[in-house]
């Protein structure tokens, strides 16, 4: 067998005495062998990041690393002194980020982050470590190195800038790279591209890749060997295919039976009446004339959609693509430049604020970030009771319909009385929801609202929106930029790209014979969208 | 878990009174505070009295006075007494009262103009960039010279000092304030009480003001500081509070003519001065540290 670049053994990390639990990692073992990329998997606080920052010495001081070993080719890093640790990063180890903005030096030029590597490593001369620098960038495939050499961070798209930063890991040749969640904050299709740099960086050169990931998509596009953990501890590890497809513990089989598939079921088309009719929808930021700095940006331009009762509406889209200034506009959170927004008939795109008041409990919105959502100085009950009490329903009838929501959305009623920070983030996706159902609404927009959840919780949370929208007949407008969670949960599905709607038809279709070519792109770089994971569950 | 079932607030509290700089900072601060209340009993004579043979003692001098029946009876000038033959101490003690009653004014009421102005100009867009041209040019005006304007207008005195450095201290909370609510209004949980039909007026009162409290608190202890500062130095240079009242930058102006054969009338308002602001600073600083967790890390 050869020789593995980083073999660890048996490491154990405690966590301070005030901590959930006695260590962050416990007894882990796992080896990467040349020229091979091993995904560690994992729901948040699984302790993977953890294990990354040990090997490269980066934990922060209130980790301590009490027992086992790192070797990388051989030599303990955990044992390495300061100046040893220096030296080894960046020339026998390297680590790229999650977030390639942060990961950069705003102020200085990317060639000059990249000769930096080499200045400290090596004796080269400027125009040396110049020529390597435009060497390296030419191999990550970014345009242009010859100008792009001098551009700073924020002149490049966060691609390029994810590119940068693997071309910095990368400009020593170090046996090991450590790349954690390093497409996490990029689009579908910038994630399909840097994936495919890694998997050909590592070919290329022979780079043992430790890749951290809770993307299962992802790991069944790249990895060779997986490691699942949870909790601080390895539960299972093996080829690629052995884990996603035939995996033995029990936690690994619930994770993969929770991996939302990319075909979506058979829908029966809803006809109810409608709830909401958009027509026209246009929202400009931005002013032009005397007091305008004349940019002007058309977040979303002549939008039109209808959602019927007990009818899920998907729109799928990158970053920036509109979507959630559609769902802000319906929301009215924010006042659209043109167009209208029928609800039951009335239009409440030009209403003013005290005029609108009285609509707003007809259309309700979950958002994103379960941690920003609710209130953190007011307890679960006063949050839940804020609506109907606005709308003239007597606290002591609210408190008791917050119960009752409580319980719907599964979770116990005395908890009205505890704060959001005793809850986790599914449970407080559970709580917005419920909050969101007190009014009784008409249509329930979920913005992105399953996005920050692990794929457990977030099947559960799923699951929970189709029941109350069966139970209550809601007209759904679902935001999200995962094509998964939509091919599960969406009746219809509208795609749209630059403020414009390029693809609107029954989920089905649009996932079997999409006509538009941005569809296609989207569709083709979803990661691992021919694996189906957990195989022997019926899809 | 028994921290786990406290409000945030409470355990913010708990938190603020296991930090050293806020219990060694606020107990100095308790102590002046109750140094200015209990200033009568604390050995002390009328501030203001003037004694033509004593003049310009030095500290610990003992003689004895008669009293209004003509009795004598023992005094000791504890810090020596000043060109007036007037007790420094005991104007120490009661300067006490001035300083501390300029600080919390003007903390009070520059906060108060403050927060309101601030959360105008952070909620309603189109008044705010109004509002923070004014304040920047209130920014421009120094304390001691709006000072000299207002004293010349009115009468020295301490609500003329109090509204002279006011005035400048105002648009830096105006700052703070319309910053935390910028970023507060677009949490989505001041979103969704948008979508929950909550009124504006209510909507700031529970959703957005109660993050500016912990900013403010810190903010305050330091305007306190740069008051009590500001106060001292209008009156040394006389156009703050009217020389015969005891403030430490009286006691200081007075004693400026003689203070190189004399020293000790400048020597200890001046430590008593100096030690008030360094714990204010010190109770400020901690209270920064354990109200806002980014500062703490930064250190």
């Given amino acids: ?539 | 878990m028994a921290t786990a079932t406290l409000s945030p607030g409470r355990q913010t509290l708990r938190r603020i009174f296991r930090n050293p700089s806020v219990l060694i900072g606020g107990t100095l601060v308790l102590v002046i505070v109750l140094m200015g209340l209990f200033a009568p009993l604390l050995g002390t004579r009328d501030p203001s009295d003037i004694s033509p043979k004593d003049r310009n003692k030095p500290p610990g001098y003992e003689t004895t006075v008669r009293d209004y029946d003509g009795n004598k009876v023992p005094v000791v000038y504890r810090l020596g007494s000043d060109t007036l033959g007037r007790d420094v101490y005991s104007r120490i003690i009661y300067g006490a009262r001035i300083s501390l009653i300029v600080g919390i004014a003007v903390a009070a009421i520059s906060i108060s103009i403050g927060t309101v102005i601030g959360v105008i100009a952070g909620y309603f867009r189109w008044l705010d960039g109004i509002i923070m041209r004014i304040m920047d040019g209130l920014m421009a005006i120094p304390a001691i010279l709006l000072a000299i304007a207002v004293v010349s207008l009115f009468n020295a005195g301490l609500a003329s000092v109090i509204i002279a450095i006011t005035v400048p201290e105002v648009p830096r909370v105006v700052r703070l304030v319309r910053s935390i609510v910028l970023s507060i209004r677009e949490e989505p949980y001041v979103e969704a009480a948008i979508t929950a039909g909550t009124r504006t007026p209510l909507l700031l009162v529970r959703h957005v003001l109660p993050n500016t409290i912990a900013p403010l608190i810190v903010q305050g202890t330091f305007i306190v500081a740069s008051a009590i500062i500001v106060e001292a130095i209008l009156s040394f240079l006389g156009i703050g509070i009217p020389p015969e009242v005891p403030t430490w930058g009286n006691i200081m102006a007075e004693g400026r003519s003689v203070f190189q054969i004399f020293p000790h009338n400048i020597l200890y308002p001046g430590l008593v001065l100096a030690l008030t602001v360094l714990s204010i600073n010190m109770l400020g600083d901690g209270l920064r540290d354990t109200l806002d967790p980014r500062f703490a890390k930064r250190v």
């Fill in chain 1, 1 to 539: 067998m050869v020789e593995p670049v980083l073999d660890v053994r048996g490491l154990t990390v405690a966590l301070p005495s005030d901590g959930d639990r006695a260590n962050a990692v416990e007894d882990i073992s796992l080896t990467v062998a040349p020229g091979e990329i091993v995904c560690v998997v994992g729901e948040s606080g699984s302790g993977k990041s953890v294990t990354a920052s040990a090997v490269m010495g980066l934990l922060p001081a209130a980790l301590k690393p009490v027992a086992g070993e790192a070797l990388l080719e051989g030599e303990n890093t955990l044992a390495a002194n300061k100046t040893r640790l220096r030296a080894l990063r960046g020339t026998r180890m390297a680590m790229i980020f999650q977030e390639p903005m942060t990961a950069l030096n705003p102020v200085a030029r990317v060639g000059e982050q990249i000769a930096e590597m080499l200045e400290i490593h090596t004796g080269m001369s400027a125009s040396e470590r110049r020529a390597r620098a435009i060497e390296i960038m030419q191999m990550v495939h970014l345009p242009d190195p010859e100008k792009m050499i001098d551009a700073y961070p924020h002149q490049l798209s966060g691609g390029q800038r994810q590119r940068i930063m693997i071309a910095i890991a990368l400009v020593l040749d170090p046996a090991l790279l450590i790349a954690d969640e390093p497409t996490t904050a990029l689009d579908v299709t910038t994630q399909a591209q840097i994936l495919t740099l890694i998997k050909e960086m590592q070919e290329r050169r022979g780079t043992g890749v430790l890749f951290i990931t809770h993307d299962f998509g992802v790991v069944a596009e790249i990895a060779d060997r997986v490691v699942v953990m949870q909790h601080g501890k390895i539960v299972e590890q093996g080829t690629r295919d052995e884990v996603l497809m035939r995996p033995q513990a029990p936690y690994t089989q619930m994770l993969m039976a929770s991996v939302p598939s990319m075909t979506p079921p058979a829908r029966t088309p809803v006809v109810g009446a409608r709830a909401i009719d958009v027509t026209g929808l246009s929202k400009q930021y931005g002013k032009t004339g005397l007091f305008g700095d004349g940019r002007v940006v058309l977040a979303a331009d002549d939008v039109t959609l209808h959602v019927n009762k007990g009818e899920t509406l998907g729109i799928v889209g990158e970053s920036g693509s509109g979507k959630s200034t559609v769902a802000r506009c319906i929301a009215r959170l924010i006042a659209p430049t043109a167009g209208s927004i029928s609800l039951h008939g009335t239009e409440i795109a030009t209403l003013p604020e005290a005029r609108l008041r009285p609509h707003r409990r007809k259309v309700q919105i979950v958002f994103q970030d379960p941690y920003r959502s609710l209130n953190p100085r007011r307890t679960i009950g006063l949050s839940l009771i804020e609506a109907p009490v606005n709308f003239g329903i007597p606290k002591d009838q609210a408190l008791a319909s917050a119960r009752s929501l409580m319980e719907l959305v599964g979770l116990s009623a005395d908890a009205l009385d505890r704060y959001p920070h005793q809850f986790s983030g599914g449970q407080r996706q559970r709580i917005c929801i419920a909050r969101a159902l007190a009014v009784e609404p008409d249509v329930l927009i979920a913005d992105e609202a399953v996005s920050a959840l692990d794929v457990s919780v977030q099947a559960q949370v799923l699951e929970l929106l189709d029941d109350i929208r069966a139970r209550y007949n809601l007209a759904m407008l679902f935001i999200t930029h995962d094509l998964r969670v939509a091919a599960q949960i969406c009746d219809r599905l509208m795609v749209m790209q630059k403020g414009v709607v390029v693809e609107h038809g029954p989920t089905g279709q649009v996932f079997r014979d999409p006509a538009n070519e941005y569809t296609k792109l989207l569709l083709e770089a979803a990661p691992g969208r021919d694996v189906t994971f957990g195989a022997g569950r019926a899809v």
